[in-house]
């Protein structure tokens, strides 16, 4: 089974500077990760590209995925509102638009067949912490340019 960790961080609202981070451990124990910046976004907008380029890493290999998180905003939105959204024509209720839906288009894209499991950000899980570390040194180092 294909683990992928991720990460998003958004730390200066007024800027709005933003990075994601990934780290996938393959089957065969094996490391891979990456990290990435935006310039105006949102932190939900960085957990989603986390996952969402975790996710294009490893598309290719035909394994069992698990994508563990500590955004309830992803883990919630892929687990039980998008089947909704997709549903009703990617729309919500009282005719509102979902949030990030280009975004939530892309994940929808890459998920078939994988779980999500939601982790508590902070709280000691060791890949969940390289995550929030690595994405928040590529704000820190983009922002220094």
């Known amino acids: 089974m294909i683990q992928i960790y ?3 961080s958004c730390k200066n609202t007024t800027t709005k500077e933003g990075g ?3 780290i996938v451990i393959l089957s065969n124990g094996e490391e891979l990760d990456d990290c990435g910046y935006c310039e105006e976004t949102t932190n939900n907008r960085m957990e989603m590209m986390a996952v969402i380029e975790g996710l294009k890493s490893v598309y290719h290999i035909k394994e069992p995925k698990t994508v563990i998180s500590d955004s309830k905003y992803v883990v919630d939105g892929a687990t039980s509102w998008m089947p909704q ?3 009703d024509g ?3 209720k009282r005719g509102r638009k979902v949030m990030n839906l280009d975004l939530w288009q892309e994940l929808d894209s890459l998920i078939d067949g994988v779980v999500f499991k939601w982790v ?3 709280d000691g899980n060791k890949y969940n912490e390289m995550c929030d ?3 928040s040194v590529t704000i820190e180092n983009y922002s220094l340019v």
């Open 85 to 87: 959204w997709k549903k």
């Open 133 to 135: 570390m690595m994405a």
């Open 120 to 122: 508590r950000g902070h």
């Open 90 to 92: 990617w729309g919500r």
């Open 6 to 8: 991720s990460d998003g």
């Open 20 to 22: 994601w981070a990934y």
